[in-house]
């Protein structure tokens, strides 16, 4: 049986990068654009994925990263939308001191090691 891996956090934190990767290894993955919503489980309304990994990021690095014309109350009005589904995680991962690859590397240790329903 595989996996359904789902992917949230703020703009910026690399979420697009790290579902191209995954898909690349042939996980079944979705982006879920849950920062864009006012439903708190949106997340779970879209995909209810067996895994659901959060990836999180500083403001500062929103604007280096993607040069986001947005002011620090947007960014924190995106972490409040994800609130719910950072709550019901099963992996955060910090993205600020981290390469692409370390991410993808966390990820997928974390997928081969979780715990599949019989």
Known sequence: MSLCIGVVGPCAAGKTTLV???????FTVRHIAQEHS??????KRITNPDILIYLDVSYP???RRKRLNW???EYEA???RLS??????????????????EVLQKVVH?????PRKR
């Open 20 to 26: 191209g990767k995954l898909r690349g290894l042939g």
């Open 78 to 80: 995106q972490l409040q």
């Open 71 to 73: 002011t620090y109350e």
């Open 110 to 114: 974390f997928i081969e090691n979780f």
């Open 61 to 63: 690095n929103t604007l």
């Open 84 to 101: 719910h589904a950072r709550a019901h995680a099963d992996l955060v991962i910090d993205t600020n001191p981290l390469t692409e690859e």
């Open 38 to 43: 006012y439903v708190p489980s949106m997340w």
